[in-house]
């Protein structure tokens, strides 16, 4: 056994760690939520992790996004983002796609994954995403943060939930977010995306776990 993954063990086991490494998972955005995201399923041993994002970094990251650095500055996040991940686990299996999520090229990305991260940033893709799992077939973990709240819940086939948190004609803006908040929120989708994987129990599905970090409020919602 690699010994990176030796203090996996005992929360996991040596047959579950073997099973991750079998898995493959998307993350869709690679900014806040999706860098940390990233980062936390490598070092847990997943065996391969797709990584979709066209945008780039700017100087706006800086305050919250991992793999943002200012000698990266206006280069690709999803690039940058498997860069990182190499550094961690050279010779890992991930691929780094610099291109949005769209109509056209969502069932082509998504397809052949055991579980997706939801690490976008706004209404329109997030829906493109359900409808897309959703006919693929594929469990996917809903993640969003704003100032000090986040919410998480998990989605599997059948469940629509993001069609009943946001209308279609939603709008997203461009909320301020502190550094430690999309950190809190990925640490929770990661851990949902684990217990997808090796079937655990306790799944947030027809959940919504409401997070306030300043009140230190925590609040689980049911569908």
């Known amino acids: 056994m690699d010994e990176r993954f030796t203090r996996n063990l005992g929360a996991i086991t040596q047959t579950e760690q073997g099973l991750l490494a079998t898995k493959r998972a998307a993350i869709i955005g690679c900014g806040g939520l999706g860098g940390f995201a ?5 070092r847990a041993g ?3 992790i797709s990584l979709v994002d ?4 700017t100087a706006a990251n800086l305050n919250r996004q991992l793999n943002c650095l200012e000698n990266n500055l ?3 996040k999803a690039l940058e983002t498997k860069e990182r991940l190499h550094a961690i686990r050279p010779g ?3 691929e780094a796609y610099d291109t949005f999520l769209t109509e056209e090229n969502a ?3 998504l397809r052949g994954h055991d579980v997706i991260i939801d690490a976008l940033d706004n209404i329109k893709t997030r829906l493109l995403l359900e409808k897309t799992a959703d006919a693929l077939k594929i469990p996917f973990v809903h993640g969003a943060v704003e100032g000090w709240n986040a919410q998480v819940c998990t989605v599997f086939p059948g469940d629509f939930i993001l069609s009943k948190l946001y209308p279609p004609d939603s709008e997203g803006g461009s909320p301020g ?3 430690f908040t999309p950190a809190f929120c990925a640490s929770i989708q990661a851990a949902e995306a684990l217990k997808i994987l090796l079937c655990k129990d306790n799944i947030l599905r027809n959940k ?5 970090l300043k009140k230190h409020s925590f609040e689980i919602i049911d569908f």
Request: negative net charge; without cysteine.
């Open 46 to 48: 997943l065996g391969h």
């Open 54 to 57: 066209g945008d780039v970094f």
């Open 92 to 94: 890992m299996s991930a």
């Open 38 to 42: 990233a980062e936390f399923l490598a």
């Open 107 to 109: 069932v082509g990305l």
């Open 177 to 179: 977010v502190l550094s």
């Open 74 to 76: 206006g280069k690709s």
């Open 208 to 212: 919504l776990l409401m997070a306030d």
